[in-house]
């Protein structure tokens, strides 16, 4: 009768350990299946924000001539700039409309730093719309709707926009920065200097 009672135990600590075992492996299979469904949407993911980073990063203007085009002493009049570009690292057309540009003044620029008078940041700001490819005029809002990569555009600036509210003013001996950005894209900053007898065609950029 003992020894029955002691093989009836084995029996029991053997089932015992096959269910545990089958546990073990079911809930392995579910870890393993959760961890999969886990990787792969992280690929999924990765590689969506892979394609938008990499038309983000590549959207960038690359500015070849930037230079004054018409400049007028008595005020922010008949100011205008004259910028050539191109987005040569474009993967895909840009609308001219998502192409913005920004310009940052100091009204009193020029006045001298002893008086302590105060300094003042004002702006300009507009769209590219206007803008053409080489054999436009660059400035003619229905021309083009978009810009193509590795294609060559250029495009008049004029700094009493918006709506001829611009309050950014050409002077002589000021320092100013022209942004120009692309919507969900990059930007590019340009430093210039407009100095004393500026004249039309003056290359701001050097």
């Excluded at 053409?132 to 590795?150: E, H, I, K, S, V």
């Amino acid at each position: 009768m003992e020894e029955r009672l002691q093989h009836d135990n084995v029996a029991e600590f053997a089932l015992s350990a096959m269910i545990s075992m089958i546990m073990i492996l079911l809930f392995s299979a579910i870890v393993a299946g959760m961890a999969l469904m886990m990787i792969e949407q992280a690929f999924m993911e990765s590689r969506t924000q892979s394609v938008e980073q990499s038309e983000t990063l590549n959207s960038v203007p690359m500015v070849l001539v930037f230079e004054v085009e018409e400049y007028d002493s008595t005020g922010n009049t008949n100011d205008r700039l004259y910028v050539m570009f191109k987005f040569p690292f474009a993967s895909e057309a840009i609308p001219d409309t998502n192409v913005k540009w920004a310009m940052m003044c100091d009204i009193n620029d020029t006045g001298p730093p002893q008086t302590n008078s105060a300094h003042t940041l004002v702006y300009s700001s507009g769209n590219f719309d206007v803008a053409t490819d080489l054999n436009g005029n660059a400035d003619d809002a229905t021309y083009l709707d978009a810009f193509n990569p590795q294609t060559y555009y250029h495009v008049l600036i004029d700094l009493t926009s918006p709506n001829g509210n611009g309050d950014c003013d050409l002077v002589e001996d000021m320092h100013a920065t022209l942004v120009i950005a692309v919507e969900k894209g990059r930007t590019t900053e340009l430093d210039f200097y407009v100095p004393n007898d500026v004249t039309p065609g003056y290359d701001l950029m050097s």
